[in-house]
C-alpha cells in the first residue's frame, strides 16, 4: 500500500512562484513513477508533469514553466510552479505507479493523493 500527500497549494497572484510536494509512504519510492495532474471546475483532470527514473515529461501549458523532481531519500516528488497563471488555478493532484505505463494518462497511475488547491488571481 502506498499513501500520497501533497502539500503546498495557496492563492497566489500571476507570475509568482509556487512549490508543491508530494509525500510517498512505503518502500521502493524510487522504481515508482510519480505524475502531477490538475483538474480545474467543470474541466476533466489532465496530465501536467511526470517522472520516471531520470526522465521527465510536460504537458505543452506548463512546458518551460513547471519542472518536477523528486528527491528519494526523502520519499518526496515536487512541482515547482514559475510564473503562474490564472489558467494554472485548479486542484492539483500527486500519483504513483509502479510500472512505466503511458505517464501521460491518469487511469494508468494505481495511487493517489487527496489534492492540493492552487488559485492564481490576476
Known amino acids: 500500500q502506498v499513501q500520497l500527500v501533497e502539500s503546498g497549494g495557496g492563492l497566489v497572484q500571476a507570475g509568482d512562484s509556487l512549490r508543491l510536494s508530494c509525500a510517498a509512504s512505503?518502500?521502493?519510492?524510487?522504481?515508482?513513477?510519480m505524475g502531477w495532474f490538475r483538474q480545474a471546475p467543470g474541466s476533466e483532470r489532465e496530465f501536467v508533469a511526470a517522472?520516471?527514473?531520470?526522465?521527465?515529461y510536460y504537458a505543452d501549458s506548463v512546458k518551460g514553466r513547471f519542472t518536477i523532481s523528486r528527491d528519494n531519500a526523502k520519499n518526496t516528488a515536487y512541482l515547482q510552479m514559475n510564473s503562474v497563471k490564472p489558467e494554472d488555478t485548479a486542484v492539483y493532484y500527486c500519483?504513483?505507479?509502479?510500472?512505466?505505463?503511458?505517464?501521460?494518462?491518469?487511469?494508468?497511475?494505481?495511487?493517489w493523493g487527496q489534492g492540493t488547491q492552487v488559485t492564481v488571481s490576476s
Open positions: 517522472i520516471r527514473w531520470s526522465s521527465t
Open positions: 512505503g518502500r521502493s519510492f524510487s522504481s515508482y513513477a
Open positions: 500519483a504513483a505507479d509502479r510500472s512505466a505505463g503511458v505517464l501521460t494518462t491518469a487511469r494508468f497511475y494505481t495511487y
